[in-house]
Each structure stands twice: as C-alpha cells, then as structure tokens.
C-alpha cells in the first residue's frame, strides 16, 4: 500500500508535470531529465517538502540522489522523519 507521503509528493510532482506538459510520469521516472524539476524547481519542492512534512533540509542534501525520482524524494522524506522520531539525546 502506498504511503500518504509518497501520494502527497507526487500529486505536488504532477502539479508541475501539468503545468509543462507532461501527464504520465512514473515514481521512477528521472524529474530532472524529463524536465519536471530544474534549479528553481528544486527550491520549490524543498519548500514543500519542509513544510509539508516539518522536516529540515541543509544545501548539502540538496543533490540528484535525493531528488532524482518520486521514489527517491519518499526514502529521503522517510528516513528525514525517522531520525527525527528516532534522534537519541546528546551525550557528553
């Protein structure tokens, strides 16, 4: 079954899909070489998914691997969200 997450992802994903033209995309289709999402786009799915989901994104994990496909932007969100339930106090 899918997540609610994953459906919350991609409706925002086909949201800009729509608006270029393109109506069928796969949770494995590359965003960026079909032309779903470029430099800017990427900024506005940050924005999305941070306060959608309240989770933090630094620039450093702004990269491809992340946000190459629907499925890769779900296991990043996922696990954002694990550790953050799971985050264990600080030690000294």
Same mark, same amino acid.
């Given at each position: 079954?899918?997540?609610?997450?994953?459906?919350?992802?991609?409706? @925002?994903?086909?949201?800009?899909?729509?608006?270029?033209?393109?109506?069928?995309?796969?949770?494995?289709?590359?965003?960026?070489?079909?032309?779903?999402?470029?430099?800017?786009?990427? @900024?506005?799915?940050?924005?999305?998914?941070?306060?959608? @989901?309240?989770?933090?994104?630094?620039?450093?994990?702004?990269?491809?691997?992340?946000?190459?496909?629907?499925?890769?932007?779900?296991? @990043?969100?996922?696990?954002?969200?694990? &550790?953050?339930?799971?985050? &264990?106090?600080?030690?000294?």
């Amino acid at each position: 079954m899918e997540s609610n997450l994953k459906s919350q992802i991609r409706e @925002f994903v086909m949201e800009n899909a729509r608006g270029k033209g393109i109506t069928e995309l796969s949770d494995a289709d590359s965003l960026i070489s079909r032309g779903i999402v470029d430099s800017l786009g990427i @900024f506005r799915l940050v924005s999305f998914l941070e306060e959608s @989901f309240g989770v933090r994104i630094p620039d450093d994990e702004i990269i491809n691997d992340n946000f190459q496909t629907i499925d890769d932007i779900d296991r @990043f969100v996922t696990a954002k969200l694990g &550790a953050v339930k799971g985050q &264990a106090p600080a030690t000294a």
